[in-house]
């Protein structure tokens, strides 16, 4: 879940960013379209097709051998590469429309009156644009790291089996009729993420009044 939202965020928020500056409707329309493309499929299909595109006689290993990166095909399915792959692609959509959200929320005269100033584009990148985008990032993280921890499809099916997050230990202690495990391993998974969500709402509260002034 760590590594997947951290991916997420660092493709999502350049991507969010980027959209943002995209002046002609239809090219925002369409980067809408492309973006929330994978929540219109099921996990299911999603999964297959990453197992299809990723197999050692895939798309993506007949890519690598063919600009001559490798010379023999890469094993990106059944293990934890495929995992993150298939997470990334299912949940970065929640990670860039949140942030999106806030970056046009940002009133464009604050980036004026910084350039006017003399500020130059990263300046006011680094003490305009950041500060005030934070709170979409955080709830982009949050998101993206609470649905990542619960996914199950995608594990199972991408994993092979060999990636055991909870929610597929879960289902193997319940297929196996190890029902007392299986609910120490639930209550477990609830417990991760409300300690998740009520910690990162403690830090944020924390940092925001500490940025504001306020005691």
């Known amino acids: 879940a760590v590594v997947t939202t951290v991916i997420c965020l660092l493709l999502g928020y350049p991507a969010a960013y980027a959209i943002t500056k995209i002046r002609r409707p239809a090219g925002v329309m369409t980067a809408y379209i492309l973006i929330f493309s994978p929540l219109l499929t099921s996990s299911v299909v999603r999964a297959y097709g990453w197992l299809i595109i990723l197999a050692r006689g895939g798309i ?22 495929g995992v993150v792959i298939g997470l990334v692609h299912f949940l970065l959509p929640f990670t860039i429309f949140p942030i999106i959200s806030v970056l046009l929320r940002i009133d464009p005269a604050l980036k004026e009156a910084s350039s006017d100033l003399g500020a130059t584009r990263l ?75 009520f910690s990162s709402n403690l830090m944020f509260r924390k940092a925001l009044a500490a940025s504001s002034g306020t005691p």
């Open 60 to 81: 993506v290993n007949w890519g690598l051998q063919t600009v001559g990166l490798v010379e023999s095909p890469v094993r990106l399915v059944f293990n934890f590469t």
């Open 123 to 197: 300046r006011t990148f680094r003490y305009v644009t950041w500060p005030l985008s934070f709170p979409g990032v955080y709830a982009a993280a949050q998101l993206t790291f609470v649905l990542s921890m619960n996914a199950f499809v995608t594990p199972q099916l991408l994993g092979g089996g060999r990636v055991l997050v909870l929610p597929v230990l879960i289902y193997n202690n319940i297929t196996d009729l190890h029902w007392p495990l299986a609910a120490v391993e639930a209550l477990t998974l609830i417990v991760l993420v409300w300690a998740t969500v």
